[in-house]
Every structure is written in structure tokens, then in C-alpha cells.
T-cell receptor, first 114, second 110 residues
Framework: DGGITQSPKYLFRKEGQNVTLSCEQN?????MYWYRQDPGQGLRLIYY???????QKGDIAEGYSVSREKKESFPLTVTSAQKNPTAFYLC?????????????FGPGTRLTVL | QKEVEQDPGPLSVPEGAIVSLNCTYS??????FMWYRQYSRKGPELLMY????GNKEDGRFTAQVDKSSKYISLFIRDSQPSDSATYLC??????????FGKGTHLIIQP
């Protein structure tokens, strides 16, 4: 089955901790994205990558970091510098170089800060 | 003015009704139009994609684009309780990639 997987489904973090969210795709897509979704806010772009070993900041990159060492994987680290990290995090991918292509989403990770 | 406007709802209709969901946009450079369906606590699922004015039909779903009015719609015929979800419009072709509406929460009453 082709698709995007995210793990874990639920994640709890203590204040001051860094946590890493996993995103893997087997669609052979070049581009990958991370979004944050809060109630009433819609989807906000954190980071995106159009090719291996390259990534760009989105609208709300502060307090987050990413890497793109493999085409299939685009992990997101939520650092202690992110002051309000509790949210639903969505990873997506698309098959084109342009960010206007259709994006396909994973099931999401719900992060809660204790 | 935000680039993509979408009424958050909730929109509640009886089963079997025709549902109309809408978005307006301000950037005339937008040229790709998508609708996603998102069930609670799940990732969005791509429902419809179009890049031209006019209608595109897929089963009970019809996507309509009016570029002259900068207005897009998603129609759902013979609505079912399983259609209850949040529907997000997404528009691309501008300088900043894909822009999402905030989503409309739809409730189909059995």
C-alpha cells in the first residue's frame, strides 16, 4: 500500500523537552511538508522540502527544525523554544517540484505538552 | 484581506439534502483548486482537483470554479451522515504555494 505514515499518533511532552515526529512516504514523491493545525486556525505551514538535503521555512518555523536526509523521510523536531507546541501536526507530500501540486496527507500526530 | 476565505460553519443539513460549500479568494494568480475532506482527528483526504473554470463531477461530488468571481464551490448530492466532516478548500498557483481555507464543519443529520 502506498501512502504516508506518521508516528506516533499521540505524543506527550514535558516542558523543556525536544521531541521528534516521524513522517515516512513510499509514494516516491519529491516534495514533503509539515503543517500545524489548531482549532479555528486552519493549516499553517512549518517547513517544506522539495528535494533531498534541502528545505525551506514556512510561515511558522520558529521553534521547529527538520532534516531531509532521505527522499522517503522528513522528521520534524519540536524544540523547547516552541512556546505553544500543543497541536495536531500533519505531514504531506506531493509528486512535483512546485508547491502548487496536489498534496497528500498522513494521519497526523497529536502533540500535548504536560 | 486574507487570501482564501471560507465560512467555518457549522453547517447542519438533513440527510439527502444538497450541500453547497464555498470559498472565495483574492489572488487572480491562483490557478489550481482543490477540496479536502477531514474527519475528526484524521489527516485531510483529497476529494477533488481542478485547474480550470467550470464544473468537475465525481460521483455525488461536483467542484465548481468561477475565476471571474474568484469563487469556488463543492456540491454534495444525496448527502449522507458519513459525509459529516470538515471540508477544506486549497488553492495554488500564487507566490506562496498552496493556500488553505480554514475549513467548513459539515453535519449531516440522519
Amino acid at each position: 500500500d502506498g501512502g504516508i505514515t506518521q508516528s506516533p499518533k499521540y505524543l506527550f511532552r514535558k516542558e523543556g523537552q525536544n521531541v521528534t515526529l516521524s513522517c515516512e512516504q513510499n509514494l516516491n514523491h519529491d516534495a514533503m511538508y509539515w503543517y500545524r493545525q489548531d482549532p479555528g486556525q486552519g493549516l499553517r505551514l512549518i517547513y517544506y522540502s522539495q528535494i533531498v538535503n534541502d528545505f525551506q521555512k514556512g510561515d511558522i518555523a520558529e521553534g521547529y527544525s527538520v532534516s531531509r536526509e532521505k527522499k522517503e523521510s522528513f522528521p520534524l523536531t519540536v524544540t523547547s523554544a516552541q512556546k505553544n507546541p500543543t497541536a495536531f501536526y500533519l505531514c504531506a507530500s506531493s509528486d512535483g517540484q512546485a508547491t502548487t501540486d496536489m498534496q497528500y496527507f498522513g494521519p497526523g500526530t497529536r502533540l500535548t505538552v504536560l | 484581506q486574507k487570501e482564501v476565505e471560507q465560512d467555518p460553519g457549522p453547517l447542519s443539513v438533513p440527510e439527502g439534502a444538497i450541500v453547497s460549500l464555498n470559498c472565495t479568494y483574492s489572488n487572480s494568480a491562483f490557478q489550481y483548486f482543490m477540496w479536502y475532506r477531514q474527519y475528526s482527528r484524521k489527516g485531510p483526504e483529497l476529494l477533488m482537483y481542478t485547474y480550470s473554470s467550470g464544473n468537475k463531477e465525481d460521483g455525488r461530488f461536483t467542484a465548481q470554479v468561477d475565476k471571474s468571481s474568484k469563487y469556488i464551490s463543492l456540491f454534495i448530492r444525496d448527502s449522507q451522515p458519513s459525509d459529516s466532516a470538515t471540508y477544506l478548500c486549497a488553492i495554488g498557483g500564487g507566490a506562496d504555494g498552496l493556500t488553505f481555507g480554514k475549513g467548513t464543519h459539515l453535519i449531516i443529520q440522519p
